[in-house]
């Protein structure tokens, strides 16, 4: 069936870098998409969304790129801090009222 | 506003036991949804709802029921429980716009022993 699936299930990287999260997604017909971060013992938390007919969105230090030719999304997290270390997701909407959720992505910030 | 809250916020089973799982959300949106998360794994959809009194299942049912009866309440039912449902459940919402950013509550933990 249709999945969405990331590329690195984990990432490090040192304060002040800048870091990017990487989601493939096989469901052509998605037309929204959503970035979710969720942190030990929370409930996932809303971070940026994008809709199929843009490429770019850009929030507070945050940045989601959305590549339809190659079905690629990516969420780039400017000047890394360690209250960034995390699990990302991301989501498709593949039905109305429906996401499908990828693995997920451990960011992990080294101070 | 509280937005989404869910009750107990842990919970150990015995094997065959039952229990409801409680959310409610305050936001007055018409569409909720039950999720299941698994160690290292992304969320699942167990049920959803787009208003009081329809409700539809999600990718993996099996093993849960759930009502609607009101805008702001959507319980999960598990009857005869089993170690397979040992997991995080997590309710959300959304207006059910075009926009479908859901809203998390902090999640239940089931341990079914």
């Known amino acids: 069936g249709e999945s969405v699936g990331l590329h690195l299930p984990t990432l490090s990287v040192q304060e002040g870098d800048n870091s990017i999260i990487n989601c493939a997604y096989s469901?052509?017909?998605?037309?929204?998409f959503i970035w979710y971060k969720q942190e030990s013992g929370k409930g996932p938390q809303f971070i940026i969304d994008?809709?199929?007919?843009?490429d770019k969105r850009q929030g507070q230090r945050v940045t989601v790129l959305l590549n339809k030719t190659v079905k690629h999304l990516s969420l780039q997290i400017a000047a890394t801090q360690p209250g960034d270390s995390a699990v990302y997701f991301c989501a498709e909407n593949t039905s109305y009222g429906k996401l499908t959720f990828g693995q997920g992505t451990i960011l992990t910030v080294h101070p | 506003n509280a937005g989404v809250t869910q009750t107990p916020k842990f919970r150990i089973l015995k094997i065959g036991q039952s229990m409801t799982l409680q959310c409610t959300q305050d936001?007055?949106?018409?569409?909720m949804y039950w999720y299941r998360q698994d160690p290292g794994m992304g969320l699942k959809l167990i049920y959803y709802s787009v208003g009081a009194g329809i409700t539809d299942k999600g990718e993996v049912p099996n093993g849960y029921n759930v009502s609607r009866s009101t805008t702001e309440d959507f319980p999960l039912r598990l009857e005869l429980a089993a170690p397979s449902q040992t997991s995080v459940y997590f309710c959300a919402s959304s207006y059910g716009t075009s926009k479908q950013t859901q809203y998390f509550g902090p999640g239940t933990r089931l341990l079914v022993l």
């Open positions: 936001m007055n949106h018409n569409y």
């Open positions: 994008i809709r199929s007919n843009m």
């Open positions: 469901n052509s017909a998605s037309d929204y």
